[in-house]
């Protein structure tokens, strides 16, 4: 089985901006250079067989470039404990509405349709943290902003789970610019 999902890589300045951002958080676990990215469509494992399906859906997914910015900084829970801290992402919208469309894509292509409700984000760190350390954090960094910054291309990503983590590798890249 074949691990993916579809994804948004940020150019290298905005991916520096984060890294400098981490830190401060007893116990979190940092995500690296290579695994910060904006995820457009959680596929999940597959089979080869339904991975080039999702590849060749994919390519004929049009699109515009995207000009976005990075917006604040928040946290996921689950169950009553902080799971993740991000780095929002705006404008919103015309990520979504790409989202939708990729959706739409993988869903002829034989994936069942995203299921969760879609949160432009990057996220920063994954944790089992106290709540109140996590607030510290957002309420630090809530004022998060870059100079806009475009992005032409989407990608296909196998994600890779191993002992420091997941390994994100990019297995195909499609153009925005349609």
Do not use: C
Request: glycine share 10%; net charge neutral; charged share 25%.
């Amino acid at each position: 089985m074949i691990r993916l999902f579809v994804g948004l890589r940020p150019p290298a300045p905005i991916r520096a901006k984060l890294l400098g951002l981490m830190g401060g958080i007893p116990g979190a676990r940092w995500q690296d250079d290579d695994q910060l990215h904006i995820t457009l469509r959680f596929i999940g494992d597959v089979d080869e067989r339904a991975a080039e399906d999702a590849a060749l859906a994919l390519s004929g997914v049009h699109w515009p470039a995207l000009e976005l910015t990075l917006e604040g900084v928040g946290a996921f829970e689950k169950r009553g404990r902080v799971n993740a801290v991000w780095a929002g992402v705006r404008p919103k919208e015309p990520l979504a509405a790409l989202h939708r469309k990729i959706d739409q894509a993988l869903v002829r292509a034989g994936q069942p349709p995203e299921g969760r409700a879609y949160l432009p984000h990057i996220t920063l760190a994954r944790m089992n943290s106290p709540t109140e350390v996590v607030e510290r954090f957002v309420e630090a960094h809530g004022g998060l902003a870059s100079t806009p910054f475009t992005l032409d291309h989407f990608f296909l990503f196998e994600s890779s789970l191993g002992h420091e983590g997941a390994r994100y590798d990019a297995v195909a890249r499609y153009p925005l610019n349609g």
